[in-house]
């Protein structure tokens, strides 16, 4: 099993940036991609990066496409979510996101189904 744990979130203005780290421990070693998500009030989660842990092939969403870098250093086994340009439409629950190997991205992003694993959040609020 892999636990996640999310940190840097807050509150900031439009325009703001934040740095989002998500920490995973446990059966780390069986990953092969990680991403992160977002769920805004009254809308479903939305996957909106991915990197594949081995090569550091990234995708992202079109909605953050060029504000947003997903990044990782695998000898700290942790993620991290660039934020910039902050827009108040990105206001929401910020996830991480582990695969396993039978459960797992087939093309892209893939969808929020594709992840088994997730950590708790951490919100961010611009406003």
């Known amino acids: 099993h892999v636990q996640l744990v999310e940190s840097g979130g807050g509150s900031v203005q439009a325009g703001g940036s934040l740095r989002l780290s998500c920490v995973a421990s446990?059966?780390?070693?069986?990953?092969?991609?990680m991403g992160w998500s977002r769920q805004a009030p009254g809308k479903e989660r939305e996957v909106l990066a991915v990197?594949?842990?081995?090569?550091?092939?990234?995708h992202y969403a079109d909605s953050v496409r060029d504000r947003f870098t997903i990044s990782q250093d695998n000898v700290k086994n942790t993620v991290y979510l660039q934020l910039n340009y902050l827009k108040p439409e990105d206001t929401g629950m910020y996830y991480c996101?582990?695969?396993?190997?039978?459960?797992?991205?087939?093309?892209?992003?893939?969808?929020?189904?594709?992840?088994?694993?997730w950590g708790q959040g951490t919100q961010v609020t611009v406003s």
């Open positions: 990197i594949s842990t081995g090569g550091g092939t990234t």
């Open positions: 996101a582990a695969d396993s190997p039978t459960q797992y991205p087939k093309y892209g992003l893939g969808t929020p189904a594709d992840f088994p694993h």
């Open positions: 446990g059966d780390t070693g069986k990953r092969n991609y």
